[in-house]
């Protein structure tokens, strides 16, 4: 996957310390160690819709690449329209792990209920949009609370075996990172 960053600091009360959200740099892989959470979050959202029998989804569960468990529950549009809408709440714990895109960096995340809103406008090669809001706590090489408020965009395919994938270099997310030590813009381009 290509990777394109720009990112620009709205607002610093001071500089943190070494591993604290508090900077442009550290707010952006708070947000990469949660990327593949979002394929997992789709695709527990995904799997909650074939199994409900209402709106309702069953609580979807499974584990992170590296470590702990993601779990999934919320509502999800109904019916055989091209055109869905997921409505999820996504909880981290058993300090929950993903391998990141680039370097050697280890984060675990723990916490929400984090809200996931996602739209598909003609699945599967679907326009996506959607928006992560919650509060994770970070442990290791980025330590302490983050408050995402990030926006999605982008387009789905097929995988050829039933599955909806997100096509690369298709996906930008915006929006904030806070911490304890101010509010950092987060755009990358995946």
Request: proline share 3%; aromatic share 6%.
């Amino acid at each position: 996957m290509a990777l394109v960053l720009a990112l620009a600091g709205l607002s610093a009360c001071n500089p943190g310390p070494s591993g604290a959200v508090a900077d442009e740099a550290s707010a952006r892989l708070a947000y990469l160690g949660l990327d593949r959470a979002i394929d997992r979050a789709i695709d527990l959202g995904f799997a909650g819709f074939n199994a409900a029998d209402s709106a309702n989804i069953p609580e979807q569960t499974d584990d992170g690449e590296l470590s702990g468990l993601m779990t999934i529950g919320g509502k999800v549009d109904q019916g055989s329209s091209a055109n869905k809408g997921m409505r999820l709440e996504m909880t981290l714990a058993g300090d929950y792990a993903d391998v990141l895109l680039e370097g050697d960096t280890d984060v675990i995340y723990n916490g929400g209920p984090a809200v996931l809103d996602m739209s598909f406008k003609g699945l599967p090669d679907a326009d996506f949009s959607g928006t992560l809001r919650g509060t994770f706590a970070m442990d290791r090489d980025l330590v302490g609370d983050v408050a995402l408020d990030l926006s999605m965009s982008g387009q789905t395919q097929d995988a050829g075996d039933g599955t909806i994938v997100r096509v690369p270099g298709s996906i930008r997310v915006t929006g904030s990172a806070t911490s304890d030590y101010g509010v950092f813009m987060v755009d990358v381009s995946l």
